[in-house]
């Protein structure tokens, strides 16, 4: 059965929490032989998206460090495999949102379900939401979408620190898979 393979990562931060992309990292990607790539934001330097374009397609969205592609790229993207509709956002939102955020993080924790309750609104006909922000892979179906961050290649998530990406597949009978993968 066709399928299209997607490689999906988030919050690259180079080089302010990593000064590049690993070439272990590099490695693997081109050894998926993915059809395209999704950034989901805070790529903080544009080489990064050029590096990535040397391996597939690329489509990518603004997080909130990326001031030096502000006007370049998008907040959103949204577009379709095989009829299956995807979103790519960072997630985090507007300004007052970010804040608002951030606080609930200081003194409750990371709390996945805030997302989820959040992430439709800003894409309500989305079979597949793809965003990044906060480090924590997330790889979850829950009526009918499939949440999707992949993590971050470079500083992982607030609680472990495991570094991951990840790859949805959309076959063309409408079946997606979604995969997070660690970083070695």
Known sequence: MKSFKIGVI???HV??????????F?????????????HAGDICLPRVLTLLET???V???LGNRDFLLTGKIPMVQKFEVFGIKIVLMHGHMNFLVYWLDK???VFGGYSRERYIRRLPKAAPDASVIVFGHTH??????KEGILYFNP??????????RQRTWGIIEVYENGRVDGKIIPCG
Not at 15 to 24: A, K, Q
Not at 26 to 38: N, R
Not at 136 to 141: F, K, L
């Open 10 to 12: 988030s919050d690259t």
């Open 103 to 105: 606080l609930q993080y």
């Open 55 to 57: 391996i597939a397609p």
């Open 136 to 141: 924590h892979a997330e790889n979850i179906m």
């Open 151 to 160: 993590g971050s290649i470079t500083y992982g998530d607030s609680i472990t």
């Open 59 to 61: 489509k990518a969205v």
């Open 26 to 38: 590099l490695s693997t990607l081109i050894a998926e032989k993915v059809d395209l790539i999704l």
């Open 15 to 24: 080089p302010d929490r990593s000064p590049e992309i690993s070439t272990e």
